[in-house]
């Protein structure tokens, strides 16, 4: 460890759930082991990988890895969550196996949570690359800078701001979000930054802190998971939403695309269900 940095004693653990991508998961290791803040944990939870994930990992003689295999896939919502569980330290990042942190990522986070008392979390912009070689900017950078800041849940509620590999946490605002939801098939990282936006504030690096890499088989890339599960947050949500202003345009938009992929009555009903509009007025809109 660099004796010349002082971390005053604010140490990370790094939550690295991965699934059958041995041979992703060296470089999303080495932009973490290549990093200037060198006060940290690095768990990799294996989610029952079937391939050489095990080589891959112990490729890397590092006293700061830690490996946990579970015995079958259960999903990045639960790998998360043991990897929480079985952290050491009051500091929580998120990677994921087919990432790349940019370079001085978690200093840079970490000096700034050193100087933001009031902020329980930080994130800043993830670089997409599509599958066609095209990129794009999450959170959109259209959104105003004091949106992606302080209080940011009404703008939660109403879009996603945070890149799971993008995010540093302080434990304590985990304790009081609770932890992933197990029952989700998409989202699920989605739903808990409406937690956690909800009982802490955020700050944002208004920089790119990770390069994300579109992969065929991604979770979100499922249409139907994708749809039911936002239909689930806007039922879980609808007071909320109701309460800042942000129902209709949510509904509006999520229709839009819906119609665009040709499934727009499909989820309307679905969307009354959650809503709990009658069968009558479904019949008659």
Known sequence: ?????????RKVSIVLPTYNRANLLGRAIESILGQSWRAFELIVVDDGSTDHTPEAVGAYEDERIRYIK????CGAAHARNVGIDNAKYSYIAFHDSDDVWCEGKLE???RLLATREQAGMVYGYCKYHGLAGETDYFPRREIAGEKKRG???????EENLIGMPSLVVRRECIDKAGLFREDFQSLEDYEWFLRLSRVCEAEFIDEILVNVYAQEESVNRNLSANFSARCMLIGMYKHEMVKYGVLESVIQEFLGEANYLGCQEEVAAALCQVLGIPDEVQDGR
């Open 1 to 9: 460890m660099d004796d010349k940095m002082d971390y005053g004693g």
């Open 70 to 73: 579970l015995d079958k896939n």
């Open 108 to 110: 840079k986070q970490m």
């Open 151 to 157: 209080f940011i849940y009404p703008t939660m509620l």
